[in-house]
């Protein structure tokens, strides 16, 4: 259990766990991971029979990664120490980790959220939304990503390796377990309001925040790759019709021209450099461990490499020069006087996009390189 300042249901929460493991005939043991409290929760849970492991690192990650790297078990519970979740009945978690799961999720919408128990916005929009983002980057059978009620094998966590110190740490454990194709199952549980007279340690905005933004730099396919090939495909066809077709009439004074063809060119640059983010990503994550190698990303690179990517990047760039010189060559024609800009952009702003997009190919090249060199 986390603990910070729990001194009004740390006992309780305690006694409950304690009844459970006498009842059930488990051999366990009940573990604090105190986060500096100045209310005495420490003497109430040593005085209780359970041990204090003191986790000057704050936040409520850190707290519980100090209990769970300190304990004993062959398995965990983790739990809240505000006494809003049954340390009564943990059978159902119990059995499914015997069974042979890896992490075993509880489910509070299945279970039952008691009047009072979750605000309004957590319950209808903060947890469903978060949960469904989680379940479509990352394909996780969990529906309720932030139940703070879990079971695991305590020896994943040094597979996990587990990095986050603040709440988003819930969703941390289950997107990294679906990532490393762990057993990973729900089982129906309760949720009761807190027993604390002072508000939760949770804030709102804040703390949701901070789950979107992991969910989001956890999966660089939905915040690079995917948006950067759909601003590609857009600013692609929206300038070649620009390009081959000439002005795009909408009504008699509405009509797309040159000003489109500029911004479909900044679309592609824009949308090529977010795809190359998303492979700079995808490539650092899995060198230093944070995700696992994923054999369709290697396959790939057996045929993408340094000397490709460079060949590639050269004939690009060598397309954007020769609509340069073309644009050039037509200048002279007139003697470098006045040409008509409607008719002489459609020819300089898709060379100028090449050339970008050309010398954008050659850098990410040399750097995908660099990220992906051998290495002890």
């Known amino acids: 259990m986390p603990c910070l300042n729990e001194a009004e249901t740390l ?7 304690q009844s459970w493991l006498r009842k ?23 005085a209780k029979g359970a041990r204090v492991i003191a986790v000057p ?10 209990a769970i790297e300190a304990s004993n078990g062959k398995y965990v519970i983790m739990g809240d120490s505000d006494d809003s979740y049954d340390f009564e009945n943990l059978n159902l978690y119990v059995e499914k980790l ?38 479509l980057f990352f394909n996780c059978p969990v529906r309720d990503f932030h139940c703070g009620l879990r079971g695991f094998r305590q020896d994943i966590v040094k597979l996990l390796d587990l990095k986050t110190t603040g709440m988003e740490f819930a969703s941390e454990m289950v997107v990294k377990a679906t990532i490393f194709d762990l057993k990973i199952t729900e089982v129906p549980t309760t949720l ?19 789950h979107l933004r992991f969910l989001l730099i956890y999966s660089p396919r939905w915040l690079f790759l995917y948006p950067g090939i759909f601003l590609m495909l857009i600013g692609g066809l929206l300038g070649s019709v620009l390009i081959f ?12 021209d040159t000003n489109t063809l500029l911004y479909s060119g900044a679309f592609i640059i824009i949308g090529f450099q977010s795809v190359c983010f998303g492979l700079f990503t995808r490539v650092y994550a899995i060198e230093t461990g944070f ?51 409607s008719s002489i952009l459609r020819l300089v702003i898709p060379s100028v996009v090449f050339i970008v997009v050309g010398f954008q190919t050659l850098l990410a090249s040399f750097f995908l390189s660099v990220l992906g060199m051998n290495k002890k």
């Not at 890896?102 to 128990?117: C, E, S, T």
């Open 11 to 17: 006992d309780t929460c305690i006694d409950k766990a």
């Open 24 to 46: 059930n005939n488990v051999s366990g043991e009940i573990v604090i991971g105190d986060n500096g409290s100045t209310d005495g929760s420490q003497k109430i849970a040593e």
């Open 57 to 66: 690192s704050k936040g409520y990650g850190s707290a519980l990664m100090g």
């Open 98 to 135: 015997r069974e042979g799961f890896d992490l075993v999720m509880g489910n509070r919408f299945k279970g039952g959220i008691k009047k009072g128990a979750m605000p309004f916005m957590h319950r209808y929009l903060g947890n469903p939304v978060l949960s469904f983002i989680g379940r």
């Open 192 to 210: 009761s309001p807190d027993g604390r007279s002072r508000p939760p340690h949770l804030r709102t905005w804040q703390d949701g925040w901070r």
């Open 245 to 256: 077709q000439g002005p795009v009439k909408l009504t008699d004074q509405i009509y797309f």
């Open 291 to 341: 995700l696992p190698k994923r054999d369709a990303l290697l396959k790939w690179f057996k045929y993408i490499n340094l000397e490709t990517g460079l060949r590639i990047g050269l004939v690009i760039t060598l397309i954007g020069l020769a609509g340069s010189f073309y644009s050039i060559f037509l200048w002279k024609e007139t003697d470098f006087g006045q040409m008509n800009y």
